[in-house]
């Protein structure tokens, strides 16, 4: 790499670390929260010191997901510090998410595909990991499994991309795909979306590709077994969209999303992959990097969809946790964005149009900083709620200390929260300060 591009690629990351450090000092907290008690401390943890883990817990399910990295990770933490701290997770997290924006940028670099316009796309990736519109997955240590999920989708599509003829990388494309399914209900989009890249290099060459069309349909087998296997939460059910009008209506949240709920932002956001992709594939011009951003579109898209599904009814906004699954595909539409600015350069009539991608994508981020950062201290008040009222609890032992509106202790339950701060296996690895006088 050039010494720009390695100058660049420090820069972008130390901006990105920086960013998620500050929030992490400012607003994180060592108290663990909400479900970190039950999947991390009292079926992970406790077991783990008392000598009774079974291995296949790790991928057992939680909620809808299995999490098996970040109960590896979760381990692996306490392992090396002794200590069930949230904060320290939280720390750790910056450096699983900063992954992402290097898998990126790394594979850009490497292709030589970084040059003119196409410096854009660091608008989109800085934006996506500095902000604090994710905060419940920067605040939040057991939130590791979405830059997990993320790393292992790049992974898969980039191995799809590079080298569409190698079975060791078809190979890799399959474990990665099923890692991603191990690790969020949602990964079920991986191996569909490196299905996509497939068949995109198979129109881009106008043949078919005998390997190609079998690993297809093996991805599309691994998804649906993912499927398969996914818990059915009957309470979350009501969340559901009931027709095609809740799915509509949540879509105009989730597909304008940095904006706030509007059909035409929505299609400024996503109009740039959906069109250059099939432009350059009529002209034979799309290339690995292209490939590589049209899966991450492909597989966001699947992301929109199933959010729009699964809490479709009476969707008023879309959840911190949920906005980061975005990210790969609109730092995909900024890079065909700023490819639109390319190949129309000379004309100055349509240029434009590229750039107005950027626009909206930098308003829409203004204006909800503002408000990201106000829910960012609301969450912080009750956090120093949460602790405040666990310390006396431990000092006291006074069960009535611990009954509170909810989110001013950490756990939704304050009967279940008490058994669980009497465990003698999990107090005593508890942050030690929340002993202190």
């Known amino acids: 790499m050039s010494t720009r591009n390695i100058l660049a ?46 291995i296949d817990y790790l991928w057992d399910p939680h909620n809808e997901h299995r999490i098996l990295p970040t109960r590896l990770l979760s381990l692996l933490i ?13 720390r750790v997290n910056i450096l699983v998410a900063a992954c992402i924006p290097l898998i990126f ?45 993320i790393t292992f989708t790049l992974l898969a599509i980039i191995l799809a991309a590079l ?17 991603s399914v191990l690790t969020m209900a949602s990964g079920i989009f991986t191996p569909l979306a490196a299905a996509g890249v497939y068949a995109l290099q198979g129109f881009q060459k106008r043949e078919i590709n005998g390997k190609h069309v079998g690993l297809a349909v093996v991805l599309v087998g691994l998804a649906i077994i993912g499927y398969s296997i996914m818990p059915q939460i009957e309470a979350n059910h009501i969340y559901r969209a009931r027709n095609l009008s809740d799915m509509r209506k949540a879509l105009r949240f989730i597909l304008a999303w940095p904006v706030s709920k509007s059909w035409p932002a929505a299609i400024v956001l996503w109009i740039p992959g959906l069109a250059m992709v099939p432009w350059l594939l009529r002209n034979r011009t799309l290339s ?8 991450c579109v492909i597989w966001s898209l699947a992301q929109t969809l199933a959010i729009a599904y699964g809490r479709g009814q009476e969707m008023g906004g879309v959840s911190s946790r949920h906005s980061e699954l975005f990210t790969p595909g609109l730092i995909g539409n900024a890079w065909f964005a700023a490819r639109f600015i390319e190949v129309t350069f000379k004309n100055k009539r349509i240029t434009w ?32 709620k ?21 989110f001013e202790i950490p756990y939704p339950d304050s009967i279940r929260l008490r058994s669980l701060l009497d465990n003698p296996t999990i107090r005593p690895i508890l942050p030690p300060y929340l002993s202190r006088d």
């Not at 306490?78 to 939280?90: C, Q």
């Not at 003829?165 to 890799?172: C, E, R, T, V």
């Not at 949460?386 to 909810?406: C, D, F, H, M, W």
Request: hydrophobic share 55%; with cysteine; charged share 15%.
């Open 78 to 90: 306490f392992n090396i510090t002794g200590v069930w701290d949230n904060l320290i997770e939280a």
């Open 353 to 384: 149009l590229g750039a107005v991608f950027f626009i909206v994508f930098i308003m829409g981020h203004i204006t909800r900083r503002k408000r990201d950062m106000l829910a960012v201290h609301q969450t912080y008040d009750l956090s120093m």
């Open 9 to 54: 690629l420090l820069a972008t990351l130390l901006l990105i670390a920086a960013a998620r450090l500050y929030l992490v000092e400012t607003y994180a907290i060592p108290l663990p929260f909400w479900d970190q008690w039950d999947a991390e401390g009292d079926h992970l943890l406790r077991p783990w010191i008392e000598g009774r883990l079974h």
């Open 288 to 295: 690995c990097a292209d490939l590589f951003m049209a899966g």
């Open 105 to 149: 940028l790394l594979f850009l670099m490497r292709q030589k595909a970084l040059y003119g316009a196409r410096w854009l796309v660091l608008i989109a990736i800085i934006a996506q990991f500095a902000l604090p519109f994710a905060f419940e997955n920067v605040l939040v240590g057991f939130q590791s499994q979405f830059y997990f999920l």
């Open 163 to 179: 080298y569409p003829d190698s079975l060791l990388a078809m190979a890799g494309v399959l474990v990665l795909s099923w890692l």
């Open 386 to 406: 949460q602790e405040t009222n666990v310390r006396k609890y431990l000092k006291t032992g006074n069960p009535a200390v611990l009954v509170q509106p909810q």
